[in-house]
């Protein structure tokens, strides 16, 4: 015991705080009973990508459902692989879709709350001192063993059902007092590893919140718990920083579900309660019939970015991710139409197990009704932001007629069945473009029964009635009226009774009419639409519309 003593100081001189202080500095929290603390605890080593997202959302929703605390705790004990200014793009990402934390790192770099430092390369030395009970303890060791030495472990191992620093292999585990010195003394660099009291024979049992019990084989290796520089591994800063930030329950992908044999057992050599753990599946996506994980490389739907450039609402991002967490989202939504989704009852037992199936086709019909149900200076306001982002011309016409375009965006809005044309920001421009002059693109093309023929017939006796100040009954009555004069009927009945007697029906007549005004077949409600055009570009798209028509069937 002496001995281990000895070794303890020799290994770290300069450590005098003890884990008996860091245990009084962080007490348990002060939380009420069953509220979940949770973190987000992003290396800064690159873009926020989906899967981030929506493991957050199960953090944050699980904390906040609770009444418990979400806090963002940065893992940079992988120095070489940082990248700057990450941190801070990945937090501003999860802001975009509600998610901030309460205690930890903030946007601005700033950290808050009483369990700091959340930097983990501002951590060494609590680190250390518990490294150092460690080796007090005799449960850890200094390995001086060479990476070339390593590597000719790893050759050997190859029949080895274990593979790793352990038994046999475990060359530096037994070394004694005076060898350790000796290579202290040469200026040999160490790792700290681990002295794991596993055995072979033996199982480690543990419940994930999301995918239930599960067994797996006792860790048995020497981890490494300081690398030569000093500085933890994630396995030993982990456990670290769960247990003295007060971590309820640790979420996070499940890449690490074959490593919690080795995390279980740091929690019990360190002597600390261990987390409870949900293992999140990475999101996946159909192809040819096939499941496979959204890849960085392959999809771009992947980055958080894209739905920010594509303009998807946030909202609509966080109703799909809902939709996909939780099994039962969709029917809770039918049930509660028009309640705020944060009401929602989130659970880990609705999650999929094996990963949930990202489907853009999906999230853009989920989008399409959430942005149907926004008001339209809501769109405005929300699609300008994007516009000025990504679409100048379009943020120059909103900027140019800001209240026309409200009243466009309004078109169908709040009836009983509003329009889904809108999925996203970036299909604004397209949808709206014939409202301006600056961007209306003529088409003549009819569809149906309408004919160049007919369309001069209906355009110029159009032309003499049209009004855009109308009523829509006025106006409609007006539509109706020019159908016998030119052959057509008022009645589609009609007209399916007996189709030779008729060159069209109203339809046709309307499509005509939608035709030279919009340039389409299809737009919301036609006299909505010219009432904002207004009485003089009506009059000069019928009669751009009649001359090429009279050319067209002249030719
Ligand atoms: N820094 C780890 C990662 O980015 C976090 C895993 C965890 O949440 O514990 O994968």
Known sequence: MEEMKELAQLLFPNINKTPEFYEKLYPQRNIKEGARVTRFAPSPTGFLHLGNLFTCTVAYKTAKD?????????????????????????????????????????????????????????????????????VEEGLAYPCFCSAEALEEIKAGQETEDIKGYWGKYAKCRNLSLNEIKENLNSGKTWTLRLKSPGDTTKKCFFQDMIK???????????IVLLKTDGIPTYH????????????????????????????????????FKPVKYAHVAPLMKEENGNKR??????????????????????????????????????????????????????????????GALFDTVKLTDVSKNIISKMRADEVFELSYEWAKEFSPRLAQLYTDYSEYTKKVLNIDRHNAKPRKDIAK??????????????????????????????????????????????????????????????GCTANVKEFKQNPDAFKGHVGDVSTIIRVALTG??????????MSLLGQQRVMERLRNAMEYYTKSIEF
């Open 520 to 529: 389409r077949t299809n737009t919301p409600d036609l006299h909505a639409i």
């Open 212 to 222: 239930g019990k599960i067994e797996m084989p006792e860790n048995v290796t020497d």
């Open 425 to 486: 920001w970036s299909d604004i421009p397209e949808y709206i473009s014939y409202m301006y002059d600056e961007t209306f693109e003529k088409c003549y093309n009819l569809t149906g029964n309408a004919t160049a023929a007919l369309a001069v017939q209906v355009i110029q006796r159009y032309i003499e009635i049209a009004d855009t100040q109308d009523d829509k009954d006025t106006w409609f009555d007006k539509i109706r009226q020019i159908c016998a004069p030119c």
């Open 236 to 271: 030993f800063a982990h456990v670290i920083d769960d247990h003295l930030m007060r971590t309820t329950h640790v979420i996070r992908g499940d890449e690490w579900i074959s490593s919690v044999p080795i995390h279980l057992q740091l929690f019990y050599v360190l002597g």
């Open 66 to 134: 609770t009444d418990g605390i979400f806090y963002v705790r940065v893992e940079d004990t992988d120095q070489k692989r940082r990248i700057d200014g990450a941190v801070e793009t990945m937090l501003e990402g999860l802001k975009a879709y509600g998610i901030t934390a309460d205690e930890g790192v903030m946007i601005d770099g700033s950290q808050h709350g009483d369990y700091g430092p959340y930097i983990q390369s501002h951590r060494v030395e609590i680190y250390q001192a518990y490294a150092k009970r460690l």
């Open 293 to 354: 994980k959204l890849s960085k490389r392959k999809d771009p739907e992947l980055a958080v970015t894209y739905y920010k450039q594509e303009g998807f609402p946030a909202a609509s991002v966080n109703e799909y991710i809902m939709t996909i967490m939780n099994s039962n989202f969709e029917d809770w939504r039918r049930a509660n139409k028009d309640a705020d989704i944060d009401l929602f009852p989130f659970s880990f037992k609705k999650m999929s197990v094996s």
